[in-house]
């Protein structure tokens, strides 16, 4: 899910969802489309977080989506314009203001509040990550578009993997176990790095200052510090009663 919120901020978060959706094969609006695998997945969370929170713990998301089901299915559509109002119906006065604010409005869902509700908090934790990517969207490269060639960022820290093997922000790579890369065949190099294993044997062949320089080692399981969810140690009873009905009711 944090990984969904990171993407989603690469889109305009101020955007009404349904006034989204109801124009999104418009010119202003189709290249928005990809943040409903976002956006709209947060908006399910957030919800049924919204739900466990009113309801003591005993109504989430899939409770509604049961109610909605009896209510219509394949064989009884729903009129859009009608389809909140049955879910405040169906649910709780208050969950008009969570579509008000967040799906019909253009106020973006602070995610982080509805967490501590939770009883969770972000903190910095060591996770594993991508030999060559952060995540979905931080890669440790940068393609130099004047010269082709591959550059480590030197705006990010490197994870664990690329220091242990002396990478430094900047270097610019040459090879990799003896084969050439550049921006033209990145890809090859990230699909390849999915074929790694631990304790193989590798050499970098890298540009530093001017200076070709062989870096040999051994692959290791690649570690960086990434924000990650954890539990607050100074939750109260009802947030930790919120999170189990939430995670495991």
Do not use: C
């Not at 989506?65 to 314009?81: R, V």
Request: charged content about 30%.
């Amino acid at each position: 899910m944090l990984d969904k919120i990171n993407v989603s901020k690469h889109f305009d978060d101020t955007m009404s969802f349904t006034e989204m959706s109801s124009h999104i094969l418009e010119d202003d609006y189709k290249d928005s489309y990809y943040n409903v695998y976002m956006k709209g997945a947060l908006i399910g969370m957030a919800l049924d977080i919204r739900l466990r929170e009113l309801s003591g713990g005993r109504m989430g998301i899939l409770d509604l989506m049961k109610k909605l089901g009896e209510k219509y299915g394949k064989d009884k559509p729903f009129n859009d314009e009608e389809l909140i109002p049955t879910i405040v119906e169906l649910t709780y006065p208050e969950i008009q203001d969570f579509f008000d604010t967040y799906v019909t409005g253009n106020t973006p869902i602070p995610y982080y509040e509805f967490f501590e509700k939770a009883g969770l908090e972000e903190k910095g934790i060591m996770t594993e990550v991508g030999y060559l990517i952060k995540g979905q969207t931080t890669p440790y490269v940068r393609p130099n578009q004047q010269t082709g060639e591959i550059v480590f960022r030197e705006d990010i820290e490197l994870n664990s993997f690329l220091k242990s093997l002396g990478i430094k922000g900047g270097d610019v790579l040459k090879s990799v176990n003896g084969k050439d890369y550049n921006i033209q065949n990145i890809y090859d190099l990230i699909m390849e790095t999915q074929n790694w294993e631990v304790d193989a044997p590798i050499t970098m062949t890298v540009l530093r200052d001017g200076e070709e320089l062989k870096l040999e080692g051994t692959i290791v399981t690649p570690m960086d510090i990434d924000k990650g969810l954890v539990e607050d140690q100074n939750a109260d009873s009802a947030q930790i009663e919120l999170r189990h009905a939430w995670l495991k009711g």
